[in-house]
């Protein structure tokens, strides 16, 4: 057998990067040469320790898994990623195979399907499961939000009202209500409350 695949493992819950540390080490394969609790953790031990394979979570401190990557990658354009995260919609898919990451795993993975994945990674391969594609497929297919109807997305999941949006976004209210009503079509959704769900639900928005 050759050498040790060297993983940095970079997740902000503790007791969820212990197990998945604990679960690697008895991998004769594996070798986990560090460990990360935010962004700019991550950044700076893969700049140090330069690992053959990152796994990343996207929630994080500091600085989120997907701009983690971006600045990794700008650094260091061969560095893989494997995405290993509880978020399955299809914007969070979306955004972190289009910052670099080679597979993209939910936690409730088996060992056998993340030492495949870690191995197929290795090897210069991208692996995505079937539903995750599936979902991919969708987010393709649909119509991407401009950045000013993100912004007032953002504000409608945060329970702004359109005066407040307005005064936010230093627009006016009726300029508001055509961001409103063109984001609604873009997603398939009849009102703001709709919206707000899809959002959340697809990973256009995360709730603080």
Do not use: C
């Not at 990360?36 to 991550?42: F, M, N, R």
């Not at 955004?95 to 994945?117: D, I, P, W």
């Not at 997603?187 to 603080?208: C, E, F, P, S, Y």
Request: charged fraction near 25%.
């Amino acid at each position: 057998m050759g050498n040790p695949i060297r993983l940095l493992v970079v997740d902000d819950h503790h007791v969820v990067r212990q197990g998945l540390v604990a679960l690697l080490r008895i991998m004769p394969e594996i070798e986990v040469v560090g460990e990360a609790s935010d962004g700019l953790q991550a950044i700076e031990l893969h700049r140090a320790l330069q690992p053959d394979i990152t796994l990343m979570d996207l929630q994080l401190p500091k600085l989120g898994g997907v701009d983690a990557i971006i600045k990794i990658r700008e650094e260091t354009p061969a560095a893989r990623f494997i995405v290993l995260t509880t978020f399955d919609g299809d914007e969070d898919i979306f955004r972190s195979l289009q910052a670099g990451a080679k597979a993209y795993l939910l936690k409730g993975m088996t060992v056998e399907e993340l030492l495949a994945t870690i191995q197929a990674v290795h090897s210069g391969k991208t692996r995505i499961a079937p539903a995750i594609a599936e979902k991919l497929a969708e987010r393709m297919s649909s119509h991407s939000l401009t950045a000013r109807e993100l912004a007032v997305l953002e504000r409608i999941v945060a329970g702004r009202a359109n005066k407040e949006i307005a005064s936010d976004l230093n627009i006016t209210e009726a300029t508001v209500k055509t961001h409103i009503n063109n984001l609604l079509s873009k997603l398939g959704v009849n009102d703001r409350t709709q919206a707000a769900t899809v959002a959340i639900q697809r990973g256009i928005v995360h709730l603080k």
